[in-house]
């Protein structure tokens, strides 16, 4: 990762906004959002500024090494830790909540509203995966079978196969899925 994505990694992780950061610099937020896309050079005074706010010794910004060590010493993810995704619409929040950069995995947290749904394509992708149902009910399409899944219930699949998936019922859909290998 870029000294931009290192820092904006570090700021979602610590749950701050880019006008958070911004107030405790002094900074506005469009500088910092411009460090963050490697749009500017900033000083080393000013990102010591930054990497202060953030917690974080400032050579860990340029030691990948010392900067994962940093970033993946924190194994809990906050509720506003998580990561949203961007995936389209379909009436689906898709959120990432293990952000950890060395990750094997992906855990994502869907919420589907009534008619939410993965998309209308049906999806392969490699690897493997997992939904589990907390709320809801999930209608998965696989290999060219139908399951209707409830609370409680679980499907594991072999994702290079077509599959795609959504929400039948009238009460909104949570689900936790696990992806192998990570791609997010």
């Not at 880019?18 to 460090?35: D, E, F, H, M, P």
């Not at 400032?58 to 506003?80: G, N, W, Y």
Request: hydrophobic share 35%.
């Amino acid at each position: 990762m870029t000294l931009g994505e290192n820092l904006r990694a570090i700021r979602k992780k610590r749950g701050y906004t880019l006008q958070y950061v911004a107030q405790k610099t002094g900074y506005s937020a469009s500088l910092i959002s411009q460090v963050e896309r490697n749009l500017v050079n900033p000083s080393i005074a000013t990102l010591k500024n930054i990497a202060e706010v953030l917690e974080m010794p400032l050579f860990a910004i340029f030691d990948e090494d010392k900067f994962e060590e940093i970033f993946s010493s924190e194994c809990v993810v906050r509720r506003e830790q998580r990561v949203p995704i961007d995936t389209g619409d379909y009436g689906t929040i898709f959120s990432l909540i293990n952000p950890y950069k060395q990750r094997k995995m992906d855990i994502i947290l869907i919420e589907a509203e009534p008619g939410g749904m993965s998309g209308e394509e049906m999806h392969t992708h490699p690897g493997e995966e997992c939904e589990f149902v907390i709320h809801g009910t999930m209608e998965v399409e696989w290999n060219n079978s139908a399951y209707t899944l409830h609370e409680g219930d679980a499907i594991y699949i072999d994702s290079s196969k077509p599959h795609r998936w959504r929400n039948p019922g009238n009460e909104k859909m949570v689900v936790i899925c696990a992806l192998t290998p990570a791609k997010f």
